[in-house]
């Protein structure tokens, strides 16, 4: 997307606050041991003053003017702390966000590519609605209600395996009180399936989508058939339980 914003090179601004803070820190170091200095001797004069009665006048008077000082002497001392504190607070801030953009950038083609991909497979699942069926090798091999759990968290769920491409892949979805599937499992179901066979090598979940970046008309059509063959499936097992809540 073109803009006629002029780009700003934000590794340099953060380089030049960064010595802005480091020079503004620098300056301040004075300051800070003279305000600490200052509320140290304030200090001394205010918290360990005698019997006012017996002091002498002059001794009197440098009480009273700490008096008169002790709180600006504390805030000042204070603020210079506080104002040091923050710069190199906000430094660390600015150091981390330079570390976060290093860090994106290195995965910015990956998820530039994962993004691209993402758009062209929600594009193909849009074709699917137009598309012709054409017979796939789909195969099912079971399709069942499962319980999950017990007592009160027991729950069940509808799992169907099947083959597609000679590969055993598996699609289980939780069944609501009434036993049956949510409208948005049924709009999804079909879309994304478990790989047995991947899952069981990486130990971990792997999951296939029906829709690639890249599909003939051929490859979208086998998807309409599939669809329509895994949705069936799941209607046949559901539809006792259907029958008897209507």
């Known amino acids: 997307m073109e803009t006629a914003v002029k780009k700003i090179d934000l590794v340099a601004v953060a380089a030049e606050v960064q010595t802005k803070f480091a020079s503004m820190l620098e300056s301040l170091i004075g300051l800070v041991e003279i305000t600490n200095a200052a509320h140290s001797a304030n200090n001394k004069i205010y918290y360990n003053a005698c019997d006012l009665s017996k002091m002498s006048i002059e001794d009197y008077r440098a009480f009273k003017l700490a008096e008169a000082d002790h709180e600006l002497s504390w805030r000042l001392a204070k603020s210079v702390e506080q104002i040091t504190h923050r710069l190199t607070s906000e430094g660390e801030n600015i150091e981390r966000g330079l570390s976060s953009r290093d860090g994106y950038l290195r995965r910015l083609e990956s998820r530039v590519a994962r993004d691209f991909n993402d758009r062209l497979k929600d594009d193909n699942e849009k074709k699917l609605e137009t598309a012709e069926p054409i017979a796939s090798d789909f195969y099912l091999i079971e399709a069942k209600t499962v319980q999950h759990g017990r007592g009160k968290y027991k729950q069940f769920k509808a799992k169907a395996t099947f083959l597609v491409n000679g590969r055993v892949y598996e699609i289980e979805k939780l069944l609501g009180a009434t036993g049956q599937l949510s409208d948005h499992c049924r709009e999804r179901l079909g879309y994304r399936f478990l790989d047995r066979k991947a899952t069981a090598e990486a ?44």
């Open 203 to 246: 130990e971990d979940d792997i999951w296939a989508d029906l829709c690639k970046p890249e599909m003939s008309a051929e490859q979208l059509g086998k998807a309409v058939h599939f669809l329509k063959s895994i949705r069936a499936a799941f209607a046949a097992l559901l539809a006792p339980t259907e029958a008897a809540a209507a």
